[in-house]
């Protein structure tokens, strides 16, 4: 059993407005030394398998084929030491 | 024609497109986003809302649901899937229609009568317009910003495949773009909802031939 960690942004040409909105909110906070924010999103799950290659085949497949947009979005991803949280 | 108005959870635009269909002679059936066959219809009509409550990303969900194979099957065959809104985006994310949909420019979501362009009347969802004819039909999205490559882009204006633009780009559409078919013409997609306006004492009639000319794809 191994936890992975994969992390989705959006490709670094799609206009990100959450971003964006952050930019205004942390420059209204004073920190003008902040910007190009880019929010994305990160998943955790476990992958009953110790192979790494099973593995990275496993996580790229649902990667490409549900957990992101190829189109719009870009991923990576790490195979957690620890087994569980 | 017969139909398939499919009904995902948070699917809340399906009474209308059943609407537009009766109200164009066709036949129509509710059909659940479990079954697996749509071999009994002639035709798919994807609705708006939220299916799946837009999880992970809007019609994410959606695209692996069990109907979704059918869909493509029928897809195939050549017969007319419409999908609106959410519709859209769902067809996008299950690559019947290339490209993408993200958040509008403002972040904010934006529901009003929009004015649009009937770009191509090419089509057999659009045949019955004039060429650059204006029309109005409402939006009520979040997400409607159409996004795609510059390979995808220069492909669409190659095949003929942008088929409603907006006349004052609302979200940031590239090159305004509103609407779209696929390079065979028989998969339709649109922010916009035509099926919001079959009825003129409810602010546009402009959308009704676009179910008009679908009712009639068999005879096409």
Not at chain 1, 43 to 59: G, M, Q, R, S, T
């Amino acid at each position: 059993m191994k936890k992975i960690e994969l992390i989705v942004t959006l490709q670094e040409q799609v206009l990100d407005t959450q971003g964006e909105a952050l930019d205004r909110a942390v420059a209204e906070l004073g920190h003008n030394e902040v910007s190009n924010i880019r929010v994305g999103k990160v998943l955790y799950f476990d992958i009953a398998e110790n192979d790494n290659e099973k593995i990275e085949n496993i996580v790229k497949q649902l990667a490409e084929r549900l957990f992101t947009n190829t189109v719009i979005e870009t991923y990576e991803y790490k195979i957690l030491d620890r087994e569980t949280f | 024609m017969k139909f398939a108005v499919i009904r995902f959870p948070g699917s809340n635009c399906d009474r209308d497109l059943y609407n537009a269909a009766i109200k164009s002679g066709a036949e129509a059936d509710y059909v659940d986003y479990r079954e697996t066959s749509l071999d009994n219809y002639d035709g798919v009509l994807i609705p708006g809302g939220f299916s799946f409550g837009d999880y992970l990303r809007s019609g994410a969900m959606a695209s692996v649901a069990p109907v979704t194979a059918a869909i493509k099957k029928l897809a195939d065959e050549g017969r007319p899937v419409l999908g609106i809104c959410n519709g859209f985006q769902i067809l996008t994310e299950i690559g019947l229609l290339p490209g993408a949909l993200i958040h509008n420019d403002s972040h904010t979501f934006i529901s009003r009568n929009e004015s649009l362009k009937i770009v191509n009347n090419q089509t057999a969802f659009t045949d019955q317009y004039e060429h650059n004819e204006n029309v109005i039909f409402p939006i009520a999205h979040g997400e409607g910003h159409y996004y795609c490559s510059d390979e995808t882009y220069e492909i669409l204006v190659k095949n003929n495949q942008i088929v409603l633009t907006y006349n004052n780009n609302p979200n940031g559409s590239r090159n305004d773009i509103a609407g779209i078919v696929n390079e065979a013409g028989n998969v339709c997609g649109m922010m916009p909802h035509p099926e919001r306006a079959l009825e003129t004492l409810l602010g546009s009639e402009d959308g009704y031939r676009i179910f008009d000319s679908i009712a009639k794809w068999g005879d096409k």
